[in-house]
């Protein structure tokens, strides 16, 4: 008895110790630090608490300190769940959920232990960081993939999820990024909008529970809640002080963000596609791939993160982000849907005259059985419309070669007129719901993406027009609709609808961008489908229907905390009161272009315009490419003014406009300008001078950066100079 007494106390006592050293291996912490130049996320991994995220700012210069910081937050086992890297749902977690599953046997429970990690370095600047987690229970795998962009300090999160379940897994959430702030309170800086009403922003504190960002549009999500915004941290920022993060959602179909402040004051920003109607039953061995989410951080205030960003999308994700851009004239202002090919010679002829480079065809060239006359009807019959062009496209394009110019045209090929001769024949490619009755939005319905044949169709439209016009030099692709009534007669299972509608767009860009290079206008009713997953097939992109120069110098403030100015295309329309100067101006500060009667214009405008492209030709690369600074906020002040310089810091331009127009309101002080050199001397001189004015400015000056940034320059903006360009340059 005392023998098996002994055996027993000696197996319970290798027991625990064999227990202690496994949990003790178990327990075992791993610091993963993913830094940029100035920035680091820094996360924690064991097999116990699975993947936390303790820290996100500014870099520290020892990595090794990095594993002090967990002891620095005091909590009970609650708050260990609160720092979650991509939180599941189901276990012991009470938080909103960055994923969220049912398996196969029905179970609704998930839990996410740390396997592995592995970085993938893709060269000096670019680095792919990948970590492996796992259920230990079901096969079930997500991995969190970590691009960071160093000297940008931008980081892209996505999240790719499978399993090798017998059957299939059900996914009711599936996040992108599930990151977490610690500050003592934040700021969220989002935006609403409308047509011709894009970004406006609104400034609000942030408060304990869930504050969500989303669209459900299925198509333009970014008409009233644009996938982008900021959170400043412990106090609003400035353009030039506080710490600020950027968020970007890369997706052009429903998106949801949600920010949720918890009890201990952490706040958990969960973005990635909405699951909104998309439940997703993901088969074993497939993978589930979510979109990027963008981000980064600013301890130097909006213009530093804005600055960042553009960089980095310049050199990464804007289509050609670096390269040329062709200036035009658009006919829609002129003619509307009234022309026919004696009234495009001429506005042909008038591009050559007002020197840009490309004459735009817009809405109207198309369709016979149901001519494309007014709104109403044509979508999707892309063959040229007889009576209007007898000759056909071809003729056109050959007669702007002769003429000097370039030939582009406008196309809307994700949409159907119910009244065409492509409803007419394929009433099952259209998005609706038979029974019903059909909604429309702007007298339109959507064509259904996700079936192959929708796609080929479209692919074919663009494919079918560049072979047989290959000299075609430009593509305005517009998407007006929304989606009402969703249904799918091609998708046997509906709740996937959304999710293959967006895959099959992609689908279709991705061929038209495997053979064709030119350039392409992201065009939908104005902003309404800008973000960085459309615009790495598109050069540029619409920011508003609305054209009226006071408005833009706003809205075009505001898209340039994400986009940079050569993504932007702005036209010189008749909107507005504002005399040909000051619209012309406004429209320099992205990609120019006009959309007015040339021939109508008086003698003067029209040598103004001349010049302006003349001009706008020898600084576009500056505004295109240069580090851009926000010197004086059209929201709080008289004058807006904006600075674009380059990298070097010897050249810049600087727009200033007149934005309260009350009695005698103007530049009353200097402007402090940003971005210079403090040892470098500098000549300001006025550019873009209306025929017949003169400048007050004195040219013969010259100013160090260091007086320029901490005294300023008055550019003397009144009702009367109500715009002013400055070209500043570095002197011996």
Known sequence: MFKLRSKIKIVSLTFLLLTFVYGKIKAQTKTIPIETQNNALVLTANQKDGLKIIYFGKKLANQSEYNNISAMYKGNDYSSMLNNAYTPSGGKNLVEPAISVVHTDGNTSLELQYIKHDLQKIDENVAVLNVTLKDPVYDFTVTLH????FKEDMIEQWSTIQHKEKGNVTLQKFASAN?????????????????AREMQPEESKLTHGIKTIDSKLGTRANLFQPSVFMVSLNQPATETEGSVFYGALAYSGNFKIDLELDYLDNLRIIAGMNNYASVYTLKADEVFTTPPFLFTLSNQGKGKASRQMQDWARKYKLLDGRGNRLTLLNNWEATYFDFNESKLSSLLKDTKKLGVDLFLLDDGWFANKYPRNNDHTGLGDWQENREKLPNGIASLVKEAEATGVKFGIWLEPEMVSPKSELYEKHPDWVIKQAGRDEFYFRNQLVLDLSNP?????VYNTIDGMLQKNPKLAYIKWDCNAVIYNAYSSYQKNQQHFYIEYVRGLYKILERVRAKYTLPMMLCSGGGGRVDYAALQYFTEFWPSDNTDPLERIFMQWEYSYFYPAISTSNHVTDWGKQPIKFRTDVAMMGKLGFDIVVSKLPEKDLQFCKDAVTLYNGIKSIIWNGDQYRLSNPRTE?????????????????????????????????????????????????????????????ETKIYSGDFLMNIGLNPNVSAGRASVILKIETVN
Do not use: M
Not at 146 to 149: A, G, I, L, P, Q
Not at 181 to 194: I, S, T, V
Not at 453 to 457: I, S, Y
Not at 683 to 688: A, G, K, P
């Open 179 to 195: 990151l977490c702030l610690k500050a003592d309170a934040y700021w969220l800086n989002q935006y609403h909008g409308d047509w």
């Open 146 to 149: 970590y691009k960071t962009f």
């Open 453 to 457: 044949k929708v796609q080929d169709f």
């Open 638 to 698: 008289n004058v807006a003014s904006v600075l674009y310089i380059d990298s070097l810091q010897n050249n810049g331009v600087i727009f200033n406009y007149l934005v309260n127009n009350r009695y005698e309101e103007g530049s009353k002080k200097p402007i402090k300008i940003a971005g210079l050199a403090t040892d470098k001397k500098y000549q300001i001189r006025e550019v873009n001078v209306y025929p017949g004015e003169k400048t007050t400015i004195d």
